[in-house]
């Protein structure tokens, strides 16, 4: 990151000064944040953050007696060895409005991402894609809440071009709050669905929720937004923004067709854009993933990209771990890897995957977190699309495993199998599982099923 004064961090975040000699100190500069105490060093600012098993403060003195240059707090406390301490009244709102002053330091395109399913999926895609033509910082893993996107912004330097920066929420006023830091020229709404509908109580509060982002959208500012969701369409015509809408089924923007599955690794299409027709092979299998390429697509197109550049950048896209990475085992399994979190809309997808195998499908299906008073019904839609899918064997793992069984039964399968836990299905589950099977594990990252996954390489 670019240096930062102890005066420009006061300022930003009306910090006061804690230091022997606070005029001395002001000049002092920064050039790394943190909120982790074991990263701090000479030239970090370290934020003590407070969660639900510990509170930063509890690391202040550590920081001090290891010559971390300068330190957040809430609490008057004396400096010491030279430290310098910011006086604030909330570390965590202290580090958004840091952030938002940091951002303001580069006039370059800002991208703004969020979805109900698949965002960080789109991100990557979208930096793939806007990489091609500029020197492009972008969210890492799922740094996309009111630490991770501060975060992100912070790692911004000279050089850089274009930010794509992934917001995610669980509450209503989060992507509000995010969007107010970032403020956006670009905002893709990627789909909505009913990840969080636990918090947010309908699909329409998730709707209003992820529409936040467009709060604080910089002037002249494009929403893309995704033609096929029922739920977005009903902002046609609301939004005070040029809409860039892309799709499938919806061919009135960006939209796709003659889609064509390539076995399990890749989807093959044709892009229709206002800048001409070209076929894309997306390096993910889906219909799913055709829909991130055309949202990529219109961020390209909107940054000026061509359509060589765009095509270049979805077809050298590559995925993050444990997001459908398709394993081929030395024993004769092939591993569908989608266990980093699981919702309806998202485990159906997988399922629609799954479906393209040959030989046995077997699908491993955990937990779905997040989902309220609609967790009994969602998960037995699940155990039913399973059975509509044609899947072969059918091992459910977790809570609300019995009426995801449940649901497939009453569909006619009668491979089903219920797991508590992982172990239990380690123990009794494995030896269900047949050479040249193809197997889809997915769940909500609270489960760790990425366990069973390592498990499986080691099946003999």
């Known amino acids: 990151m670019k240096k930062l004064t102890i005066a420009e961090i006061a300022k930003a975040t009306n910090a006061k000064i804690l230091a022997n000699d606070a005029k001395k100190a002001e000049k002092i500069t920064i050039s790394h944040i943190t909120q982790d105490s074991r990263e701090a060093k000479a030239d970090s600012l370290f934020v003590p953050l407070k969660g639900e098993n510990t509170d930063g403060h509890r690391f202040i003195a550590d ?30 709102t202290a580090l958004l409005a840091l952030a938002k002053y940091y951002r303001d330091q580069f006039d370059i395109p800002f991208v703004g991402i969020t979805g109900s399913v698949g965002k960080t999926t789109t991100k990557d895609m979208v930096a793939s894609v806007v990489s091609q033509k500029y020197h492009t910082l972008w969210t890492q893993g799922n740094y996309n809440n009111e630490i991770g996107v501060p975060l992100t912004l912070f790692g911004l330097e000279e050089e850089h071009q274009a930010a794509i920066i992934e917001m995610g929420m669980n509450h209503f006023g989060e992507i509000h709050r995010l969007a107010e830091v970032v403020r956006p020229h670009i905002g893709l709404i990627s789909n909505v669905g009913v990840a969080h509908i636990e918090y947010l109580g309908s699909r329409e509060g998730i709707l209003k929720a992820k ?22 369409v009903t902002l046609k015509g609301k939004l005070p923004f040029d809409v860039q809408w892309f799709g499938i089924e919806n061919q009135s923007g960006i939209y796709a067709d003659n889609i064509q599955t390539l076995g399990l690794e890749q989807t093959k299409c044709t892009m229709h854009t206002p800048k001409g027709v070209i076929d894309v092979v997306v390096p993910l299998p889906g219909s799913h993933m ?18 060589e550049e765009i095509k270049k950048g979805i077809e050298t896209f590559v995925p993050t771990k444990n997001r459908m990475a398709v394993m081929h085992m030395e024993n004769g399994f092939t591993l569908l890897n989608d266990v980093y979190n699981s919702n309806p ?8 995957i799954l479906q393209n195998a040959t030989g046995r499908k077997v699908a491993i299906l955990g937990f779905m977190g997040e989902l309220g008073d609609f967790a009994q019904q969602m998960h037995k839609e699940v155990g039913a699309y399973a059975a509509q899918k044609q899947t072969d064997v059918l091992c459910c793992i977790g809570k609300f495993c019995e009426h995801m069984a449940e649901g497939a039964k009453e569909n006619g399968m009668t491979a089903v199998y219920c797991f508590d836990t992982q172990e239990m299905f380690w123990e009794k589950g494995l030896s269900l599982l047949q050479k040249g099977d193809t197997v889809l594990l997915k769940a909500s990252r609270s489960m760790g099923l990425e366990k069973t996954v390592e498990k499986l390489q080691g099946v003999k």
């Open 345 to 352: 809309v998202s485990a159906k997808a997988s399922l629609d």
């Open 290 to 307: 055709v829909l991130n390429a055309l949202s990529a697509a219109a961020v390209g197109l909107a940054l000026g990209l061509t359509l």
């Open 63 to 92: 920081c001090m007696q290891k010559g971390v240059t300068a330190c957040f707090t809430e609490q008057e406390i004396k400096p010491q060895n030279d430290c310098v301490l910011l006086l604030v009244e909330q570390a965590g």
């Open 211 to 232: 529409c936040e982002m467009f709060d604080f959208m910089q002037q002249n500012g494009v929403a893309v937004l995704n033609g096929d969701n029922d739920m977005l």
